[in-house]
């Protein structure tokens, strides 16, 4: 199940059943099921809480994934991705002006970007972010078709 909440924010304009859907596609193409996935939205003042007090991370982020992969491997599902990833809108804004993308872009990309990281690629090792960026661009692609 995917479900999509707020902390501090409103709801993005998200259409959801598109975006599971897409999730659970871009999982599929990694070998991967979908178990208990929870996007929570919220302000800078909240993720930079979250890293915080769990990361012992001083700093803002666009996205911080938890994993609890592990949790449904112990209970005989193997390959299913489980997670909570909150998801800083303020920081999205920011990096859509940035980088010269649209808002939803960016959304979208780091959407996915805590779902690559529950399939196992990461982005803090050498080469790492360019695997990362190109699998977010392949999965991008996959939306807007």
Same mark, same amino acid.
């Given at each position: 199940?995917?479900?999509?909440?707020?902390?501090?924010?409103?709801?993005?304009?998200?259409?959801?059943?598109?975006?599971?859907?897409?999730?659970?596609?871009?999982?599929?193409?990694?070998?991967?099921?979908?178990?208990?996935?929870?996007?929570?939205?919220?302000?800078?003042?909240?993720?930079?809480?979250?890293?915080? #007090?769990?990361?012992?991370?001083?700093?803002?982020?666009?996205?911080?994934?938890?994993?609890?992969?592990?949790?449904?491997?112990?209970?005989?599902?193997?390959?299913?991705?489980?997670?909570?990833?909150?998801?800083?809108?303020?920081?999205?804004?920011?990096?859509?002006? #940035?980088?010269?993308?649209?808002?939803?872009?960016?959304?979208?990309?780091?959407?996915?970007?805590?779902?690559?990281?529950?399939?196992?690629?990461?982005?803090?090792?050498?080469?790492?972010?360019?695997?990362?960026?190109?699998?977010?661009?392949?999965?991008?692609?996959?939306?807007?078709?």
């Amino acid at each position: 199940m995917i479900s999509y909440t707020t902390d501090g924010v409103k709801m993005p304009k998200i259409r959801r059943r598109e975006i599971s859907a897409w999730v659970k596609a871009v999982a599929a193409s990694y070998g991967k099921k979908v178990g208990d996935i929870g996007y929570i939205f919220c302000d800078d003042e909240k993720i930079l809480e979250v890293n915080k #007090q769990y990361l012992q991370h001083d700093y803002y982020t666009d996205i911080i994934t938890f994993d609890y992969c592990e949790d449904f491997a112990m209970m005989g599902k193997p390959n299913t991705i489980a997670g909570d990833l909150f998801i800083s809108l303020d920081t999205v804004r920011t990096n859509s002006e #940035q980088q010269g993308t649209t808002y939803e872009e960016e959304l979208h990309r780091v959407i996915i970007h805590g779902i690559l990281h529950l399939c196992g690629i990461n982005d803090k090792g050498p080469g790492e972010r360019e695997i990362m960026e190109a699998a977010e661009n392949k999965a991008l692609k996959l939306i807007k078709n």
